[in-house]
């Protein structure tokens, strides 16, 4: 942060760019152009009570699940602004079944694949609860100047280049990694800028919040359920009980934790038998900001970014957060397995 004035996202990635991968330029003007789609995208969530953008758009995604208008707009604004730079040579999208190739002259010598989950969490904009974006960059494995393949978008998390996430809130945030750290950027309103806020931001080490949609208690695997009790349970020496706070985003929720220390669930059950959240989308992106802040994030057993993902809407089981925390709730997962 300058004495000044504060360092604007532009500025960062200018006076960071060693640190970033091949160290082209190409990688800041990717994410230039997300920060662009960004706040046009904050632009329509913030007016979303006045127009006629809330509620149901009348089609389902991929997923089965309804989407909503600003689910649309988000997804739209994102591919377009992608599109219109030299650098992105194919999106994923959760909203969509396959990938999106740009196959034409701009395109022919870009390096980079996006995957995206437009508008995570929102069915909450309805209530004027947090929603968030999250995005996934890898430089592509085919021949650059031919058209992508799905292999580009199948790569394990650890090949990510940079990942993140924005969050529309009671402020709007922009918060990624390129492997060096994460870093958080607020956008002020009065000039359309995004200014370092949380540099360097970090889990700590053990935290009191466990975040899980409890509702479906009955559903959950044994293991996760003697944990749930076990974080109830009255332990001064340890700091428990923890407290329960679940938004049902899940960026909220990991952002929240974050800064303050806790743990994200999401479990297999009866009803998600492989768990609910996207491995390429969500869990990735999220996973590679975890570890980059010191966290831990794993399927309960095994390393998200160690993965290697089959399809592009694979679902997984989601442990992530402060590391002493998810080493608790994957302690009770083996002593299930062990019985």
């Not at 988000?74 to 079944?97: H, K, P, Q, Y």
């Not at 409890?214 to 332990?235: A, S, T």
């Amino acid at each position: 942060m300058r004495a000044d004035r504060p360092t604007t996202l532009g500025e960062f990635l200018v006076e960071n760019q060693e640190k970033f991968p091949y160290a082209t330029g190409e990688l800041s003007q990717l994410l230039s152009s997300i920060r662009l789609a960004a706040k046009v995208v904050n632009r329509e969530i913030n007016k979303a009570g006045l127009a006629d953008i809330l509620g149901m758009a009348g089609s389902d995604n991929v997923q089965g699940e309804h989407q909503m208008k600003l689910d649309v707009f988000a997804n739209d604004t994102f591919i377009r602004t992608l599109r219109s730079m030299g650098e992105v040579c194919g999106v994923a999208s959760e909203e969509l079944e396959d990938f999106i190739v740009f196959d034409d002259e701009l395109h022919n010598e870009s390096k980079y694949v996006v995957l995206i989950d437009p508008l995570d969490g929102s069915s909450n904009v309805d209530v004027n609860v947090s929603i968030g974006t999250i995005f996934s960059i890898y430089r592509r494995i085919s021949a650059i100047g031919s058209p992508v393949v799905l292999e580009d978008f199948l790569q394990s998390g650890d090949e990510q280049v940079a990942a993140g996430y924005v969050i529309y809130g009671s402020s709007t945030m922009l918060v990624f990694t390129t492997g060096h750290g994460v870093n958080g950027f607020t956008l002020d309103p009065s000039i359309g800028t995004f200014c370092l806020s949380h540099p360097n931001m970090r889990f700590p080490e053990q935290g009191q919040i466990y975040s899980i949609n409890e509702g479906n208690y009955v559903h959950f695997p044994i293991g996760v359920k003697r944990y749930l009790k076990f974080c109830q349970e009255l332990d001064p020496a340890s700091n428990r009980p923890y407290t329960s706070r679940y938004i049902g985003s899940l960026v909220s929720d990991l952002h929240r934790n974050m800064i303050k220390g806790g743990i994200y669930i999401y479990p297999t059950g009866t009803t998600s038998p492989k768990g609910k959240l996207r491995l390429l989308y969500e869990c990735n992106p999220l996973s590679f900001i975890v570890e980059q802040a010191g966290g831990r994030a794993t399927d309960g057993f095994e390393r998200i970014l160690s993965l290697k993902p089959t399809e592009l809407h694979q679902r997984v089981p989601y442990f992530a957060g402060s590391t002493q925390m998810v080493l608790e709730a994957e302690s009770f997962l083996r002593s299930e397995n062990d019985e």
